[in-house]
């Protein structure tokens, strides 16, 4: 039976380091684990919050109810041909299966390197960098359903992937727990490398036929040039979505600000660098009070030892304000906020 602590410091299971207490904690490390959690009397009476690797959110008070972190290990594979069909469990830690894949010479991932958090988080978010986002290379996911106890399947239709979204954000948001991912890799690469950054960077490092293995390598080398370690200081990686505006909203803003960087999404639609945004309003690098954004990349806000998650929340506010008075455009904020 999994053991349920009582008043349990959550500083050690969120990236950005805050203090929070969780009212009871509990680890599970198979789905047999969620039969026997989701059995007792007590914790069915519980608010409950997933965590996976705590890589995406941001506490700003304690959490009064159950806490549950999902633990599920285990990779397994098939191929057919050049395809390859791959599983995960929910709390395997995301690089550590990127770099499986890799080292297998299984392609897909390679762009999405060094982002934190854990599997069962991915489908989620849609987690996405560098032109590849969690969707291009997704199959299905098991998923515990709490009100009946029993697993169901997700296909991808079923997961309503959006930028940095799926259904489990929306209407399915608490009623299920990720166990377990499926996803469609090859053994034949088609490398995604349009980012001009990762042109740069092979460019720089003298190769012109680019494995998976050196793509992952230069995504890795560009993710730490930009973004700080959790554990040497607190962060949540981007902390705000890149926006995406209509044609006509980013021909004004372009007369106003020709030099706005911009990726276009199909023919109606323009997704602005929220990081480019920000810094050009003056916060890169700055430092306010014990929290501020990363001196390399105005889109990760930081803690400097001490922050709460309130005085976090609060400079996201004022960034927000600022953004939005300066060009128009609402910044909306990636990481989740309790």
């Keep these: 039976m999994p053991i349920l602590q009582e008043n349990i410091s959550l500083k050690p299971y969120n990236t950005f380091g805050v203090e929070a207490k969780a009212k009871y904690f509990v680890e599970a490390k198979s ?18 919050l997933v965590l996976g690797g705590g890589s995406n959110m941001l506490f700003t008070q304690n959490f009064d109810g159950l806490v549950l972190k999902v633990g599920i290990q285990g990779i397994k594979y098939t191929t057919q041909g050049d395809d390859v069909s791959l599983t995960a469990g929910g709390g395997v830690v995301w690089n ?13 991932m390679e762009n999405l390197s060094l982002i934190p958090g854990t599997v069962g988080a991915s489908p989620i978010q849609n987690i996405g960098a560098y032109g590849v986002e969690l969707k291009d290379v997704f199959t299905s996911c098991t998923a515990f359903q709490i009100s009946s ?38 053994k ?49 990686g981007s902390f705000f979505k890149n926006p995406i505006i209509s044609q006509s909203d980013f021909k004004e803003l372009l007369a106003n600000f020709p030099s706005v960087v911009n990726y276009p999404v199909g023919e ?13 309003c003056g916060f890169k690098g700055i430092v306010v009070g014990q929290t501020g954004t990363w001196k390399n990349q105005a889109l990760v806000l930081v803690n400097h030892g001490n922050a ?31």
């Excluded at 930028?163 to 009623?175: A, M, T």
């Excluded at 109606?268 to 050009?280: D, P, R, Y």
Aim: aromatic share 10%; proline share 2%; with cysteine.
């Design 149 to 186: 106890g029993t697993i169901k399947t997700f296909n991808y239709q079923d997961c309503k992937f959006g930028y940095r979204d799926s259904v489990f954000k929306n209407e399915l948001k608490g009623k299920y727990v990720i166990t377990s991912v499926t996803f469609h890799l090859s």
């Design 268 to 280: 109606n639609e323009v997704k602005l660098a929220a990081g480019w945004l920000i810094e050009q």
């Design 96 to 108: 550590d299966l990127v770099n499986y894949c890799v080292d297998k010479g299984f392609a897909g």
């Design 188 to 236: 034949k690469a088609n490398l995604k490398t349009h980012y001009g950054v990762i042109t740069a960077e092979l460019d720089e490092r003298g190769i012109e036929s680019p494995t998976i293995a050196d793509v992952s390598n230069v995504v890795s080398a560009i993710r730490v040039s930009k973004l700080p370690d959790p554990k040497t200081i607190g962060n949540a």
């Design 308 to 338: 709460s998650g309130h005085e976090v929340y609060n400079f996201s506010e004022q960034i927000i304000n600022t953004v939005r008075a300066k060009f128009g455009v609402k910044l909306d904020r990636e990481v989740n906020i309790l």
């Design 31 to 48: 789905e047999n684990d969620l039969v026997e959690i989701f059995s007792n009397e007590l914790t069915k009476t519980q608010k409950l």
